[in-house]
Structure formats: structure tokens, C-alpha cells
């Protein structure tokens, strides 16, 4: 079985985020000033292949751990779609 | 005369620039390719600055996984010398050889400059042949230099005394600023527990010649030129 993973990786809340910061200026610029608290991350999608969606998930999230976040400076977020 | 590998991988740019230095400093560099397995005898293994991968993903996270790491891991292991410059530093902190993480600039900016830092660990087989506080002014050129680690990691790396090079305001009357990415502490470099393995932003081997401004950063490899293995015992540590 195939699923497909959607992993959401966030700067960790409270590390200084220029990128959001700069974007939420831009925001207010254009006329949005009631955007406030942006902050930009990476969004990853991927097929796994895994005999369960659990085990597709606790594969996925090894890989977040090992690579495709910092667990230094951030967090992710799984999504496992049904297949 | 002491073998220094100087590993390549692909995105590598300052790495004839590592080599040219540490000729100059009388070792002998060898340029080695990331897919090599090993490091072939080298006593010293410099991690030179580029754009590794094109930074894709994060600075230095695939790099990580070059089969040369591994043989990179052994030899900080095994108490050899490991210098990242810039992108390296980027590398040997995904490669976990270093706590802490670089992040984009606080200002977003890629900063091209130079800098003015103090040389706090003078006892570190690159930093030997400098006085324990002297100033240096070194070249920085990265989008990613902000130097980020957990509060109690920042803490031990104090206490521990393992900040190699700190930001300094330049002295008065310079139009210099300090700090050019909004690193913590001010951190421009650091060291593992036990010395051997050395991290920083600046770039020693473009300030290695009268005809580019600054010799500067000549000490770096002067220092490991004349490191001895024998001389050298890493102090005892996790990390």
C-alpha cells in the first residue's frame, strides 16, 4: 500500500522567524494590517509505502527526525492520507 | 608535513581557496570528493564553505549524508581535527559533530562583509599561533549564519568555554558593525567538548594574503600546520 504523507515543518515557536516577520510587514503594507503572528515553514509531500497507515506514519516520522526537520531549531506536523 | 584533506562536495566554492591556504601555511592538502569512503590517512580534514547541495532543504543537511561523513565522524571520533568553514560549520552541525543550528540572517540578507571577532580558545589545533583575546578582522559571506541552539546548550557552550569566535564591535571610529546575522551570544564559531572539532562563519583563507586586504585568517592554518597528534590530548566529554 501506497499513502501519501504531507509533513509540515514549523520554525520552533519562540526562535526569532525574519522570514514571517518580513512577510507580516509586507502584509500590513498592502493593506492587511490585521495580519499579525506569520511565520513561514516548508511544506513536504510524499508517497510511502508501508503495509499500514500506521506504519507509514512512524515511517514518515522517522524521516522527519532524521532529515527533514532540525530538531534543533524545529517541528513538524504529519499527515497521513487514506490511500 | 602534515596531510589535510580538504573534502569537495558538490556546491563546494572555497575549497581551492582552503587548498591554496594551507599549502601556503606549509601542509600538504589534498582535495578529496564527498563519495570517497575514506580520508585517505589525512591528519587534519577541513569542511570548506560553498552552497553544498544548494542548500536545499536546510545549509548542510544532505551534505550530511555524503559516504565521506562517516569517515569524517570516525576521525573527530578518534580526536582528529576538523575544521567546517561557513557551509562546514552548516555540515558538522547536521552531522549533530556540533550542537546548535545556523539559521537564515536576522536581517534576511545575505551578508558579504568583514567582521571584526575575538579569538576566545587560542588552545584548539586552528587557533593555536593566536593570543587568547586577539582581534581579527575575517571576511563573512552567508545567508545562513544565525547561530541558534537550545538555552541550555548556549549555557554549557559558556561555561564550557567553547566559543572559538565571538563578534566584536570593531574598534572605535569604524563604520563596522558587529554581529552581521543576529547569531546568539554574538557566536561567530565554536568547538566540540574536546577542541578537536572547530565551527565557524568567517573565512579564514580569504583574508590569507597581503593581496586580497587581510592576513588575518593566516593563523588558522599556521596553527594546524603545526599541530601535533602526539601534543594534542582531547579533553574527556560526551560531546
Known sequence: MSYRVHVRVMPRS?????????????????????????????????????????????????????????????????????? | MLDVAVVRFPGSNCDIDTVLAVEAAGARPELVWHRETDLRGADVVILPGGFSYGDYLRAGAIARFSPVMQAVQRHAAEGGPVLGICNGFQILCEAHLLPGALLRNAGLAFVAKPVDV??????????????????????????DGR?????????????????????????????????????????????????????????????????????????????????????????????
Open chain 2, 147 to 239: 547561530f541558534a541552539a537550545a538555552d541550555d546548550t548556549l549555557r554549557l557552550l559558556e561555561a564550557e568555554g567553547r566559543v572559538v569566535l565571538r563578534y566584536v564591535a570593531a574598534t572605535e571610529g569604524s563604520p563596522l558593525q558587529p554581529n552581521p546575522n543576529g547569531s546568539a551570544n554574538h557566536i561567530a564559531g565554536i568547538c566540540n567538548a574536546a577542541g578537536n572539532v572547530v565551527g565557524i562563519m568567517p573565512h579564514p583563507e580569504r583574508a590569507a594574503e597581503p593581496l586580497v586586504g587581510s592576513t588575518d585568517g593566516r593563523g588558522f592554518f599556521a596553527s594546524l600546520a603545526a599541530w601535533q597528534p602526539e601534543s594534542f590530548i582531547p579533553k574527556a566529554s560526551s560531546r
Open chain 1, 14 to 83: 519562540g526562535l526569532l522567524d525574519p522570514q514571517g516577520q518580513a512577510v507580516e510587514h509586507a502584509l500590513g503594507e498592502l493593506g492587511f494590517p490585521e495580519a499579525a503572528g506569520v511565520r513561514v515553514g516548508r511544506a513536504i509531500e510524499l508517497e510511502v509505502a508501508a503495509p499500514s497507515r500506521a506504519e507509514a506514519e512512524a515511517r514518515a516520522r522517522l524521516m522527519c527526525d532524521k532529515l527533514l526537520a532540525n530538531p534543533v531549531t524545529e517541528d513538524y506536523l504529519l499527515e497521513v492520507e487514506e490511500p
Open chain 2, 118 to 143: 575575538v579569538v576566545e580558545r587560542s588552545d584548539t589545533p586552528f587557533t593555536s599561533t593566536y593570543a587568547p583575546g586577539e582581534r581579527l578582522r575575517l571576511p563573512v559571506a552567508h545567508g
